[in-house]
């Protein structure tokens, strides 16, 4: 018969809640501070409680969470929702967010084909050598 826990390690909540798929991964975003309690920059071992306010940061999605439990087995994503509740004023930033990406997409994301190769720079100089030297003879 296993009790509730009453509090534990941040990056132990983080992977348990799937936040971060490898504690690891958890340990590390924590150390370059992107996962905050409070406002303030704390360390993996740092206890979370049941109500702690969380600020975390993924790429430029950024979330805040409050804590509603905890849990040591990770288990699958309905369990691991149970364990946290995103603040309202969170969501509404989080869903500006994603309206602004969609009305104004990143410009690189449109370049299908990348960098040119040496065969497309080849072309591309050959044609811009032909079409300077005809605008240039041009007397008019």
């Not at 920059?41 to 999605?61: C, E, N, Q, Y």
């Not at 805040?64 to 969170?90: D, F, N």
């Amino acid at each position: 018969m296993s009790e509730a826990p009453a509090s534990m390690r941040l990056d132990k909540w983080l992977w348990a809640a799937r936040f971060y798929k490898t504690r690891a991964l958890a340990v590390d975003e924590i150390n370059l501070g992107r996962v905050r309690i409070g406002g303030q920059p704390v360390k993996p071992a740092r206890d979370v409680k049941v109500g702690d306010l969380l600020s975390i940061r993924i790429g430029t999605l950024a979330r805040e969470v409050s804590v509603l439990g905890l849990s040591h087995q990770r288990g699958p994503a309905p369990q691991a929702q149970a364990l946290y509740a995103e603040t309202p004023a969170s969501i509404t930033a989080r869903e500006a967010a994603a309206e602004a990406r969609r009305l104004a997409p990143e410009p690189a994301a449109a370049i299908v084909q990348g960098r040119p190769t040496k065969q497309d720079r080849r072309r591309l100089v050959d044609w811009e050598r032909w079409s300077a030297s005809l605008d240039e003879d041009d007397p008019g």
